[in-house]
């Protein structure tokens, strides 16, 4: 199991929370519970976790951690209200002594292996440049480096690549295994991929972002046209 992005749990959890909170009963439902519990009450507990909060200003409040504050108090009272609407099972859940669900995780053999440091002196500065060059010296401190670094650590590419050229064939037409193999993470990843087609194993690919998602795709197919029996799965969470 090759894990692009760390972990695959990785998703808008915004999104996940909005659309849980909205599941739990109608609007109008929700409404003769109380106005925090209307859709605009929802919208409005969730707000701290807008892409551009910290760079707002508040009313009545002198900062974004004070807004926070009085936020993680109405989040503690809508969770106590909801939960009772909910079910929640894990691998630890039992109904009348036996388990509900399998412990997948727990049957999981975890293996780490690092990743080879031949030239990564040498890529980090191609990385690095490329990435001031595009977004300037104060990138680095920017709360938005550790996301690009996800893409950027795969591919310079994403300094030049943007959602409108998502599934975009054309933009990727020059994409080669070669130019894969001169980041130490799509190198691995394109190892792996061969391992699964030599070994017969499955290869279950987690990716974090939509660049990404493309990157593997283009890699996962070119592998695939060159070895036509690879035995892998491409897994978009």
């Not at 079910?87 to 002594?97: P, V």
């Amino acid at each position: 199991m090759f894990l692009l992005s760390g972990t695959p749990y990785t998703t808008n959890i915004k999104h996940d929370v909005w659309k849980i909170l909205r599941a739990i009963a109608r609007e109008h439902v929700r409404q003769s519970w109380g106005d925090v519990y209307t859709e605009s009450g929802f919208k409005a507990l969730l707000d701290p976790w807008d892409d551009k909060f910290e760079t707002r200003t508040f009313k009545g409040k002198a900062t974004a951690d004070e807004y926070k504050a009085e936020h993680k108090a109405l989040g503690q009272e809508i969770a106590r209200v909801c939960s009772v609407y909910t079910l929640s099972r894990d691998e630890r859940s039992l109904i009348r002594g036996k388990s509900v669900v399998r412990d997948f995780l727990g049957e999981c053999v975890c293996f780490e292996e690092p990743l080879p440091v031949n030239n990564y002196e040498e890529e980090r500065r191609r990385v690095d440049n490329t990435l001031r060059a595009k977004w300037g010296e104060s990138c680095v401190l920017n709360n938005r480096y550790n996301e690009r670094m996800r893409c950027m650590c795969y591919s310079t590419r994403f300094a030049l690549w943007s959602p409108k050229h998502a599934g975009n064939e054309e933009w990727w037409s020059t994409y080669t295994l070669e130019e894969a193999q001169t980041h130490v993470r799509t190198w691995r990843l394109v190892e792996i991929l061969n391992e699964g087609k030599t070994t017969g194993n499955k290869v279950v690919v987690f990716v974090h972002r939509i660049f990404l998602l493309d990157l593997v795709s283009k890699v996962y197919l070119d592998i695939i046209y060159l070895m036509p029996r690879l035995s892998s799965y491409l897994v978009i969470p």
